[in-house]
């Protein structure tokens, strides 16, 4: 089974930029579609953004479309969540989840394989 991982999150300005990683560990991503979803305080995990595999379709919530890109590295066992244009509504913790032979849904039932979560703030 694969592991996601995540990093990359932090403390950022609005309008700023961060890129968060999700590595897999154990396995490698192949044959995976991997998501990222994010919980604010108080409320419940919504879906951001999704890739297939091998990364010729992708999925992104109407909240991030234009700001946020998904994209996957085989070779590095990584996909990554590039977020510019950041506002203060975006601060959540990060989560990287996987599903195989998945076709880059936005519903998180989907998704067997989930990270630990990372932190991302924006500041006003």
């Known amino acids: 089974q694969v592991q996601p991982v995540e990093s990359g999150g932090g403390v950022v300005h609005s309008g700023g930029s961060l890129r968060l990683s999700c590595a897999a560990s154990?396995?490698?991503?192949?044959?995976?579609?991997v998501a990222w979803f994010r919980q604010a305080p108080g409320q419940e995990r919504e879906f951001v953004a999704a890739?297939?595999?091998?990364?010729?379709?992708?999925n992104y919530a109407d909240s991030v479309k234009g700001r946020f890109t998904i994209s996957r590295d085989d070779a590095k066992k990584t996909v990554y969540l590039q977020m510019n244009s950041l506002k203060s509504e975006d601060t959540a913790v990060y989560y990287c989840?996987?599903?195989?032979?998945?076709?880059?849904?936005?519903?998180?039932?989907?998704?067997?394989?989930w990270g630990q979560g990372t932190q991302v703030t924006v500041s006003s």
């Open positions: 154990g396995r490698t991503f192949n044959n995976y579609a």
């Open positions: 989840a996987a599903d195989m032979y998945g076709l880059a849904s936005p519903n998180q039932a989907e998704y067997t394989y």
């Open positions: 890739i297939n595999w091998p990364g010729r379709n992708t």
